[in-house]
């Protein structure tokens, strides 16, 4: 395996937030519509109101994302929208509040997509839900800019040992045997993570325990 590259996640700045829909259908096709503006858009289950809604963009001050929402909006592909401000993030809050804080966030939102049919579309290579874009949506909600690609992921975080492990970090596997990283869950405390497991099926928790994941688990790495 290629050794980690040790960094610390940038903090998401200015996002635009969009949509309010029932329909994970809908929310999806304004991802995918998105997604063929070279914009890599996400959509969550916002759990306060039980509504999908699609977030993209990591704009450095408020009124460029204010202009390109706008510009969006004047071609028909945004309706109503709002910028969501950095201070708004967990990972903001770390001063004041502590990293048990944000752990906590990242496993409240990783819970939220338990049963989701999740897809993934657009620029992504894989058909249907991608375990990488599970993880990027759970850190990226939170205010920390993680990486696409599941190998990114795991190089860029610091190496923690499974005695170490904490809510919130990330466990990778090499599910094809191939010396490589080629899946991602959600570390949630008592050896158990989420995932999205494969094309077609929904989001799930797991046990690191099992022997499918503890013959193919690579490592363990945190960004807090």
């Known amino acids: 395996m290629e050794p980690p590259r040790h960094g610390v996640l940038e903090n998401m700045q200015y996002t635009i937030q969009a949509g309010a829909f029932a329909s994970i259908s809908n929310a999806v096709q304004l991802m995918l519509s998105l997604e063929m503006e070279n914009l890599q858009a996400y959509y969550f289950l916002d759990d306060r109101d039980k509504l999908y809604k699609v977030r993209f963009g990591n704009f450095s001050t408020y009124k460029q994302a204010e202009r390109h929402a706008q510009n969006l909006k004047s071609r028909r592909l945004l309706d109503d929208y709002f910028i969501v401000v950095p201070d708004s993030y967990a990972a903001r809050q770390v001063p004041g509040k502590g990293p048990e804080h944000l752990r906590k966030e990242l496993v409240r939102t990783a819970k939220s997509f338990i049963g989701v049919p999740y897809q993934w579309g657009g620029s992504s290579v894989h058909s249907g839900f991608d375990c990488s874009g599970l993880t990027m949506v759970v850190y990226r909600k939170n205010g920390l800019n993680l990486p696409r690609i599941a190998s990114e992921q795991y190089r860029f975080g610091r190496a923690v040992s499974l005695n170490s ?23 949630i405390g008592n050896g158990r993570f989420i995932h999205a497991p494969a094309s077609g099926r929904n989001v799930m928790t797991d046990s690191l325990s099992r022997h499918y994941f503890r013959s193919s688990f690579v490592g363990a790495r945190t960004y807090i």
Request: net charge positive; proline share 0%.
């Open 165 to 187: 492990i904490r809510e919130g970090d990330l466990v990778f596997f090499d599910t094809r045997k191939k010396g490589r990283v080629t899946h991602v869950g959600v570390y």
